[in-house]
């Protein structure tokens, strides 16, 4: 019965994490119901990160959103850092942590609706490479230790310093979360902090979410992933910080 929880968890965060972000915020926590430690809860959900991200990745393919050529030159500050978080204990208080992830999501969404333009146009931008690849490496270690609500700091960086609209902003996001999450997961593979079979019921899940979320986010357009981006964010925003406050 457990494991079909994992399953309905990987497909819903397949979708949630191809469209906005946060998916990892429902799949923890079901692989905490199998009596997974949080370390091995962690390092499991990468399968189902790389699984749903694979298969989001070949659908943009495919329909021709990706631009591979940036998102190749992104993928390296972005991996490296992620390899960086994955090997480091983290000393900030995970309290404290959460606050700050709280307000900033909060801060986006205010952002979000205040200049919508800017998210949903593509516009042509002066792309400022040692800029990119600082902001793209520091997100990457967030990624690599953390990963639950990554990708709304990468679609952040991807509108604002890219000039890409939300769904070539997808496209390139799942793209550098994929390359990232494999480097990421070998390390949590050689600790033997990944459970196989969760993993793979969570990755069966995530393949469909990945290509419904994909689908939806080429189908429907900016301005759909941009309102549904803006409840999640209002939503995990409140989460964190409620959470940080109860501990």
Do not use: C, H
């Not at 516009?123 to 709304?152: P, T």
């Not at 301005?223 to 964010?233: D, N, P, S």
């Amino acid at each position: 019965m457990l494991y079909i929880l994992v399953f309905f968890a990987g497909l819903f965060s397949g979708f949630l994490n191809v469209i906005a972000g946060g998916g990892s915020l429902i799949t923890l926590p079901v692989l905490n119901l199998l009596g997974l430690p949080i370390n091995i809860a962690n390092g499991t959900n990468r399968i189902g990160i790389i699984f749903q991200n694979i298969t989001a990745t070949t659908k943009f393919r495919k329909n021709d959103v990706l631009d591979l050529k940036r998102a190749a030159f992104l993928a390296i500050p972005s991996t490296l850092g992620a390899i960086v978080g994955a090997n480091i204990v983290v000393n900030i208080d995970k309290a404290l942590l959460k606050s700050i992830v709280g307000i900033i999501l909060i801060i986006m969404s205010i952002f979000l609706v205040w200049k919508p333009d800017i998210w949903t146009k593509e516009r042509k931008v002066k792309k400022n490479n040692i800029l990119s690849f600082v902001v793209f490496f520091l997100i990457g270690i967030y990624g690599g230790f953390i990963q639950a609500g990554v990708g709304f700091f990468l679609m952040s960086a991807l509108v604002l310093l890219e000039g890409y609209d939300l769904v070539k902003t997808n496209a390139v996001k799942v793209f550098l979360v994929l390359i990232y999450t494999l480097f990421a997961f070998a390390i949590f593979a050689y600790n033997k902090q990944v459970n196989y079979l969760a993993g793979l019921v969570l990755a069966l899940g995530s393949i469909s979410g990945g290509y419904l979320g994909s689908s939806f986010s080429i189908k429907k357009g900016s301005k759909w992933i941009q309102r549904i981006l803006f409840v999640i964010l209002i939503i995990i925003g409140i989460y964190y910080i409620f959470n940080a406050l109860n501990r």
